[in-house]
């Protein structure tokens, strides 16, 4: 059982394998207006490759920041859900 997500609000962020905290968020923030969702975390590897050379990189730094300590010790995120998302 999935919750869908309100335009509000957070969405819980859970990693793929952590069936326990994905269990126990839906239970404990169903009907909680402030974590519109709990989904699991879609992606299945780094999409990003060997770096190539391009003509002109307009960017000046890396955009990826590090995760949240909260991804790495206990397998969820928190992220806040745009009302123009869906």
Do not use: C, K, N
């Given at each position: 059982?999935?919750?869908v997500p309100?335009p509000?609000?957070?969405?819980?962020?859970?990693?793929?394998?952590?069936?326990?905290?994905?269990r126990?968020?839906?239970?404990?923030?169903?009907g909680?207006?402030?974590?519109?969702?709990?989904?699991w975390?879609?992606?299945?590897?780094?999409r990003?490759?060997?770096r190539?050379?391009?003509?002109v990189?307009r960017r000046?730094?890396?955009?990826?920041?590090?995760p949240p300590?909260?991804?790495?010790?206990?397998?969820?995120?928190?992220?806040?859900?745009?009302?123009?998302?869906g």
């Amino acid at each position: 059982m999935e919750t869908v997500p309100s335009p509000s609000g957070y969405v819980a962020v859970v990693r793929r394998g952590e069936d326990g905290v994905f269990r126990a968020f839906l239970e404990h923030f169903q009907g909680d207006p402030d974590v519109t969702g709990v989904i699991w975390d879609r992606r299945v590897r780094d999409r990003r490759g060997m770096r190539q050379a391009v003509a002109v990189d307009r960017r000046r730094r890396d955009r990826r920041a590090a995760p949240p300590s909260s991804w790495a010790t206990f397998g969820f995120v928190f992220a806040p859900r745009s009302a123009d998302r869906g």
